[in-house]
């Protein structure tokens, strides 16, 4: 099936938007569906969407009310709803007779077919979600950092050590939606029935500099969970050396009773 009848026009706009950590793709009614994996829709009033598991939907030539109303449907099917929508944009124009690729800040393709919007959608997608972890693990590093200056000036572990499992967790939830479940790193699996579209694939992974955010992100969350867990050990060393203490006056006031039971008998 093609996008043609739900996209008005041969210049459009794509845009991605990350609604929320996950987002339940079932309910949709067959007329609605232009394919499956993933999941595209026609939306009532023009225009279609490409919607992901992991709280990404990107729209195509689709109007500010349908946009609207289309988030209004949604509402219900996301968990963990963000209060402000990160958001990745891409104009497109339909040219059949010219190359693919970015002319004056534009993606030319060669047809709106549903496999090409979907490709290009799965790559809006992951720079949408990439932009998010990138801002979420900037401001992590903004607040790791005084933990560390304040140990090399002082000697002193700041912050509880509940504080920082809580900031490991959050780590390795960033790595598991990355990882296992927005597949960042993985070709899409259009590519295994459409192989005809490696090309615009690699063209918009460049453009969007995907490897190499994706990267520089693991990099980051390697460092930060180190950091942290370096902290974590401290606490615990800091805690147990206390336990230590405590036992070693334990056992001096034990012997502290003996010796005065024994020089000063009843």
């Not at 047809?111 to 799965?122: E, M």
């Not at 997608?125 to 693990?137: G, I, M, N, Q, V």
């Not at 790791?144 to 509940?162: D, H, K, S, Y």
Request: a neutral charge.
């Amino acid at each position: 099936m093609s996008a043609a009848d739900a996209i008005a026009g041969s210049r459009f706009s794509a845009r991605a938007l990350l609604l929320g950590t996950r987002l339940e793709l079932r309910g949709w009614g067959e007329s609605e569906i232009l394919a499956r994996v993933p999941l595209a829709v026609r939306i009532a009033g023009g225009g279609m969407a490409v919607l992901f598991r992991y709280g990404v939907a990107v729209l195509f030539g689709v109007a500010p009310e349908a946009e609207r109303m289309l988030r209004e449907r949604l509402g219900p099917m996301l968990e963990n709803r963000y209060r402000s929508a990160e958001e990745e944009t891409l104009e497109l124009r339909l040219e059949a007779g010219h190359p693919e690729g970015l002319v004056e800040g534009a993606l030319v393709v060669r047809s709106g077919s549903v496999p090409r919007l979907q490709l290009i959608a799965d790559v809006l997608s992951k720079s949408a979600l990439l932009a998010h972890y990138e801002t979420r693990l900037g401001g992590d590093f903004e607040r790791i950092e005084p933990f560390a200056v304040q140990l090399e000036r002082q000697g002193r572990i700041p912050g509880r050590t509940r504080e920082h499992l809580k900031r490991i967790g959050a780590l390795l939830r960033i790595e598991h939606r990355m990882v296992g479940r927005a597949e960042i790193g993985d070709k899409p699996e259009l590519l295994w029935e459409h192989p005809e579209l490696e090309r615009l694939y690699a063209l918009l992974e460049a453009e969007f500099e995907v490897p190499e955010r994706l990267a520089m992100i693991e990099r980051k969350l390697d460092l930060a969970g180190r950091t942290v867990r370096t902290l974590v050990d401290l606490i615990n060393a800091r805690h147990s050396l206390r336990v230590e203490w405590y036992i070693v006056a334990l056992i001096l006031f034990e012997i502290l009773l003996t010796l005065y039971g024994m020089w000063w008998p009843r």
